[in-house]
T-cell receptor
Framework: QKEVEQDPGPLSVPEGAIVSLNCTYSNSAFQYFMWYRQYSRKGPELLMY????GNKEDGRFTAQVDKSSKYISLFIRDSQPSDSATYLC????????????FGDGTTLTVKP | EAGVTQSPTHLIKTRGQQATLRCSPISGHTSVYWYQQALGLGLQFLLWYDEGEERNRGNFPPRFSGRQFPNYSSELNVNALELEDSALYLC??????????FGSGTRLTVV
């Protein structure tokens, strides 16, 4: 079993929809939770990170972490065609400090 | 401020050859991370260098190796290339140990 599991998708939504992307993990030592966006043929770009449990909002993006359930989510409000990309969750902490473990990514398409 | 730069962008090698990939981190970042992203797969951790030392290594054979230079730039070497080494190799740097800044990657093709 992988340490980090991510809904594989692909996910296709109409423009303006609310998108929910999710990951689960098994390592309770993880303390930092990140979301990256990767466009085709590009390196991943850090969207936001959260320390421990709770919510964090940045514009149209909201990250949620529930450590009790070992579950993290990224919500995208008012989705735009430019949000079409692969979204990767990543986690680090504990014995994995200094190294991030990534999910396999969810490919999102937002249709105009 | 320049981001993480990787070279070359593309590399084509024959099975059995050696490949050398290079990475320059963001100025001030002392940690460099290498990941492999095979087609359709997630990012697999290869190596982490900090202050010139190898700090952690992923589950890859010893023919994957690297080093970090005094200016914090890094080199990834892959010896005895195999077809399944074909992938996008991503370098990232960080100052806090999480929340990486990635380069655009080197696309290695082994034929």
């Amino acid at each position: 079993q992988k340490e980090v599991e991510q809904d594989p998708g692909p996910l296709s939504v109409p423009e303006g929809a609310i998108v929910s992307l999710n990951c689960t993990y098994s390592n309770s030592a993880f303390q930092y939770f990140m979301w990256y966006r990767q466009y085709s043929r590009k390196g991943p770009e850090l969207l936001m990170y959260t320390y421990s449990s709770g919510n964090k909002e940045d514009g149209r993006f909201t990250a949620q972490v529930d450590k009790s359930s070992k579950y993290i989510s990224l919500f995208i409000r008012d989705s735009q065609p430019s949000d079409s990309a692969t979204y990767l969750c990543a986690m680090s902490g504990g014995t994995n400090a200094g190294k991030s473990t990534f999910g396999d990514g969810t490919t999102l398409t937002v249709k105009p | 401020e320049a981001g993480v730069t990787q070279s070359p962008t593309h590399l084509i090698k024959t099975r059995g050859q050696q490949a050398t990939l290079r990475c320059s981190p963001i100025s001030g970042h002392t940690s460099v991370y290498w990941y492999q992203q095979a087609l359709g797969l997630g990012l697999q951790f290869l190596l982490w260098y900090d202050e010139g030392e190898e700090r952690n290594r992923g589950n890859f054979p010893p023919r994957f190796s690297g080093r970090q230079f005094p200016n914090y730039s890094s080199e990834l070497n892959v010896n005895a290339l195999e077809l399944e080494d074909s992938a996008l190799y991503l370098c990232a740097s960080s100052i806090q140990g999480f929340g990486y800044t990635f380069g655009s990657g080197t696309r290695l093709t082994v034929v």
